[in-house]
């Protein structure tokens, strides 16, 4: 039964024409009030995965839910078909489980307020912030448990709720979660900040249209919506050909020693709009790894890519969405069924955007991006200090960014652009660690015209005894080259302890014991490359060298010989490059590296891990 929107003044909106000015202004307004929104949460916010990592994402909508601005699409819509609830002047909802609100957020670690927008009677527009809360209970500090293998060892799950019910505010609910999770403090404080962000754009949405009137400022929301879908129209007329083309990848393993696991996707155009077929992905997984994909939110990573590759000047909105059909099976990787686990899902979030790039380069390679997407490594470290007092620590790495049309890509980058690195010294303030090392992986990065972005090597020395945990992929199948670029470096992890012992450990593991004096190695992959590099400047691979991103060795890949004193040896550059060509034969769109069974073979050899053994499911198969 869909929501009832409780009103005391029913009087329809009215369309009335706006003039550019006008729109203009509301329109950077409204993407003011978003940065207000970020602002607001990191200055109140406690833990360091949102307070200095950015870890949070908001959005506004208009009064029928579709958002006008924003970064993770509009999920208001579907959510207020299945709500079996008033939305009223006052209220403010709040949620955490996935399966209560068809994957709009994907795992319960990620806690979302909503907020209706009331101005004179009327609803006139929503507002909404998510977070990833440091630990929300359940098996392990965290609470992502790579042994999960249901969402109920994955910590408290909250369904849609009335934080604020007509103005009064539900305190005893607050005390009854606060009283399942490790971090309270942390999870009380993140949580009122995010309802501080969506009060402050709140405030915005009523101060524009006190200003210009509400039927300006819905009309003007309207237009905004209109103009995104007419520019996506000519994107996708431009760019999708009605011919389907096919793209998989693969999430390396799952924590259990099962894998690869393969996502698949079939794109065309077809009466003006794009589908997005995941028919042929795996089976949805026994451990944690599955990704609960809601479609609009699909959608949205479709448009974000188109955008950002084509035309950043559009306005990311909702107002596209009817131009993209997504399809995703039941019981697969993306969509499984309840209740199976889905707290690791970042792994498969971040080889979406790998896949959309491998999907929109077929028609228009120049417009192709290598892997690197890849995922979103995470590190957890928590026990008891000397004092008695609990620390727990829970913080997102990066790795390198794919090599692209434009440039090389970024070295030890977010897979989000608005994610930042938490500072050494806040972790050595706040945690029992000293940070030894934060540098670059030379060569780690494909070779290519435009040079993938290298990995980074994060060395942890341990200060207390107690268990760390890793959540991290792009270490069995690595990050893939194009147009002649290289694939990146592989992700590995290594343990050094006090005795001087080096222990190679898994890219998926929990509860994993550290002692006082050990060192992590905590080393990313790398993106892959894009273009010839055998084009690439010689010049530049020495100023590279110079600057510790390249080895010598290394600029071989490039075909470039340099000297002791790292200058180019021409002569020598022209010998090689002109022996490389005539060896490799005709460049290749895509360079996967070796394939999935010569990787098994050489696993050990390369990785010192076992190689993933074939999957195995324990839920449906899936359907069709």
Known sequence: MPARIIQTNDTPFQTVPIDTVTLDIIENALRNARIEMDATLVRTAMSPGIREQGDAFPLIADHNGKMIVGQFGSYIGPFLDGFDGTVEDGDLIFLSDPYSVGGAISHSNDWLVLLPVFKDGRLIAYTSMFGHQSDIGGMVPGSMPIQAST?????????????WKQGVYNEDLIKLIMHQVRTPDWCKADLNALIASCRVAARRVIEMAERFGDDVFVSATDLLLERNFRAMKQLIESSI??????????????????????????????DGRVVLDFAGTDPQSSASINMFLNENMMRMFFGIYMIM???????FNDGYYDLIDVRIPEGSLLKPKFPAALSGRTHVLGRLFDILGGLLGQKTPEFLNAAGFSSSPHLFYAGTDKSGKWFQLFQIAFGGIPGRPLGDGPDGHSLFPGFTNVPNEFLERYFPLVIERYETVADSGGAGLHRGGNGIDMVYRFLEPGVIAIHDDRWFVPPWGVNGGEPGARARKVLIKADGTEIIVGNKIEDYPVEAGDRLHFITWGGGGWGDPLDRDPALLAKELSQGLVTAEGARRYGVVLTDTGTVDQAATTTLRTQMRSARGPVQTFDFGPNIETLRANCMTETGLPAPIQPQWQFAEVAG
């Open 309 to 315: 590759v084509f035309d950043p000047q559009i306005l």
């Open 151 to 163: 969402i109920f060892q994955e910590g408290v799950r909250i369904p849609p709720v009335k934080l």
């Open 241 to 270: 050909g009605e011919e389907p083309v096919s793209f998989e990848d693969y999430i390396c393993d799952d924590g259990k020693g099962f894998g690869p696991y393969k996502i698949k996707c079939t794109m065309w155009r077809e």
